[in-house]
């Protein structure tokens, strides 16, 4: 039970776990988090928003200087910067 063990005593593991975690999920549903927040707006498309808009609840992370939703940036890109991560991890 060395897996028990480390998590009762690293407070740094814990805290790995769960980002890692939230991350995994983010990945998993990104699709459904996009179409919650932003709608039916397609998100990625070039001109889809105002350019440079800041942080709103349409919009928690602004729109980047091509009208693009950042947050749907980041969660379009989770799942592979996650395969990469991994394939990463097994490789080292």
Sequence with gaps: MGIVRVWRS???????VVITATL???ALLHQLIIQLVIGDTEPLA??????????????PLGTDRFGRDVLALVL???PNSLIVAGIAGVIS
């Design 46 to 59: 070039t001109g889809s928003f105002a350019i440079f808009l800041s942080p709103v609840w349409e919009h």
């Design 76 to 78: 379009v890109g989770l």
């Design 10 to 16: 690293s407070g740094k593991f814990r805290v790995g």
């Design 24 to 26: 995994i999920v983010l």
